[in-house]
């Protein structure tokens, strides 16, 4: 198993489990006074637990089998130079976290560029603040603009020149924006153009290189609008350009076997081994009325001239599904059928995406929830790949084996702590179920002087979802309260734990599943749908829809004790 280095850091707390201790306390202090500045200046943030899981891009040197970049969905850019088993955090001192791409000078691995802003678009999801670049593999970083365009989603750099880099800007999206498309830069980010813009409704979903001749790009738009309850994806914006003056010019692609009518999001690839295969993924709505438009039936579209001409060879949704959280493609640098899709399952095909066979997922694919891959141009066998439940290494194709590692990265929905001493922390962590672990450990410093930090063997589940509330009885904490959604929940999921026979049980307020349109639901629960223990009464627990809940008996049964508290809009 590998281990991280524990230089102290606050990007990475922020999104993993911490807590802080000081390290003395003034003798002038009174009780109940509010600490002054300089007691908060002897805190000290340490990363306690537990492991972590989203990454969201990943990047290698070509021909280094030891160098990776891992950048995390909110946890800032961990590097590895010994082929995954020590990794650093080498983005900490940065004010942004949320990582949306990576990528490294073909030509000079030292030059190293990072595009912020999570671009694996759900219900909770972290904005960027432009792109950074490094001359010094990663040691140091330098933001270079394009601060307003929220998330960049990929970056590719001229295969001999480092300082020319196309990047592709899908915008904040929850609304109208300027700062949308493809962006380049010319000398080495001191100055930007946006070269390609559709409107304000439309960012860039994906971009690709000929690396034989980089004057010829290809990128995908994406008309995309965020709201708090749902998207709207895909419209006349939305398609697939070409460039072949290096990215100056752009030029929107249509008929020759393409879709006619409206699609959504648009993913691209482009072969080494034979540049003029193209392959595109397309949102499409498979015949059914999608935003007012019959959509064309569809998944993955091929070219085997450069662009010119296209045949749609996949239908299959596991090629594409959810692609607002996935839709992603590679192929295989020394051959141009076999091609890889990252989706929710890792998929596979040897035939040019005609046939599409998918891994199984925890056995030979290499995580769950794929985001992102990197293949070494120099040799097809070494790959990796970045998910919901960390990255993964493999040297062999990914046919034999996986590394499949992770870092302090978890993302974190709530914190809460029992009366114990020393106490315990509680958490719900996206991707995972609610977690206890302690605040301290025996085994957290080693004789010699070793600080490994608090195992993640002590750490362990309690129930409950990802999104919710982990809330100890503040009376009796060997009985813990969990709500939450996802890894198994769905909304109005609520948990009564008990410590001492690591065992749980569901006492949700109404037993049918809370999913489905809200104006067929009895009960509408949030994502983080609200818990709290009354301070007078411990047995007494509250928690809310569009009303507020009660029980006083464990869960056995509930009350509504409040009106719609809500504008009740269905």
């Known amino acids: 198993m590998s281990r991280v280095t524990r230089r102290a850091c606050a990007t990475s707390v922020a999104v993993t489990l911490a807590w802080m201790a000081a390290d003395s306390t003034p003798a002038h202090a009174q009780p109940g006074a509010r600490p002054s500045t300089a007691v908060y200046g002897q805190l000290r943030w340490r990363s306690i637990g537990p492991e972590g899981n989203r990454v969201s891009a990943v990047a290698g040197v070509p021909g280094d089998p030891l160098v990776y970049y891992v950048g995390a969905a909110s946890g800032g850019i961990f590097k590895t130079s010994d082929g995954g088993q020590y990794w650093e ?85 929850y609304g109208p924006q300027p700062e949308r498309g493809v962006f380049r830069t010319v000398d080495g980010g001191k ?67 393409l879709p006619s009518k409206p ?41 085997d001239d450069g662009g010119v001409t296209w045949s749609m060879v996949n239908d299959q949704g596991i090629a594409n599904a959810r692609p607002h959280y996935y839709s992603r493609m590679a192929v295989a640098p020394d051959n141009e059928n076999e091609t890889y899709f990252l989706s929710a399952s890792f998929m596979t095909s040897i035939d ?31 790959m990796i790949v970045g998910h919901d439940l960390g990255v993964a290494i493999s040297l062999n194709r990914g046919r034999r084996a996986w590394n499949r590692l992770r870092l ?62 982990a809330t100890p009885d503040p009376v009796d904490p060997n009985v813990v309260w969990s709500t939450g959604s996802g890894s198994g929940h769905v909304g109005g999921i609520v948990v009564r734990y008990e410590e001492s026979r690591r065992m749980f049980r569901n006492v949700e307020v109404w037993p049918d599943q809370a999913n489905g349109p809200a104006a067929d639901l009895k009960y509408r ?27 006083t008996d464990g869960g056995q049964s509930w009350q509504v004790i409040s009106p719609d508290l809500t504008l009740n809009d269905k």
């Open 263 to 303: 699609v959504g999001k648009v993913a691209v690839a482009i072969s080494h081994s034979n540049p003029k295969r193209v392959y595109a993924l397309m949102e499409t709505g498979n015949g059914v009325p999608w935003h007012g438009q019959d959509t064309e039936r569809g998944q993955v579209w091929r070219s």
């Open 408 to 469: 302090p990265i978890a993302q974190m929905y709530h914190v809460t702590v029992d009366n114990q001493i020393p106490y315990y922390v509680y958490g719900n962590r996206q991707d995972g179920p609610s977690f206890r672990g302690p605040s301290n450990s025996r085994l957290e410093t080693l004789p010699g002087g070793g600080a490994p930090g608090i195992p993640r063997a002590v750490w362990h589940s309690v129930g409950g979802g990802e999104s919710g509330w």
């Open 525 to 551: 629960f949030n994502w983080t749908m609200p818990l709290t223990i009354s301070p007078h009464d411990a047995n007494t627990i509250y928690v809310g829809s569009q009303h507020v809940h009660r029980t």
């Open 191 to 257: 100055t930007w153009s946006r070269v390609l813009f559709v409107d304000e409704n439309t960012g860039c979903s994906d971009v690709a290189i000929d690396t034989s001749n980089p004057r010829v790009l290809f990128a995908g738009m994406w008309q995309l609008e965020l709201h708090t309850w749902g998207r709207d994806s895909g419209g006349p914006g939305s398609g697939l350009f070409v460039s072949r003056d290096g990215g100056a010019t752009w030029t929107r692609l249509s008929g020759s076997g």
């Open 89 to 173: 955090p080498i983005f900490d001192d940065q004010p942004v976290a949320s990582i949306g791409s990576l990528a490294v000078a073909p030509s000079d691995p030292r030059v190293v560029w990072a595009g912020t802003g999570e671009g694996k678009i759900r219900s909770n999801i972290s904005v960027g603040q432009g792109i950074y670049k490094s001359t010094d593999a990663g040691k140091t970083w330098t933001l270079m603009g394009l601060e307003r365009t929220g998330r960049i989603l990929r970056l590719v750099i001229h295969p001999q020149d480092p300082d020319i880099v196309v990047a592709c800007a899908l915008g904040h999206a």
């Open 352 to 382: 040019g995406g005609e046939t599409i066979v998918t891994l199984p997922r925890y056995g030979d694919a290499p995580g769950a929830d794929h985001h992102d891959m990197w293949i070494d141009p120099t040799n097809a066998n070494r």
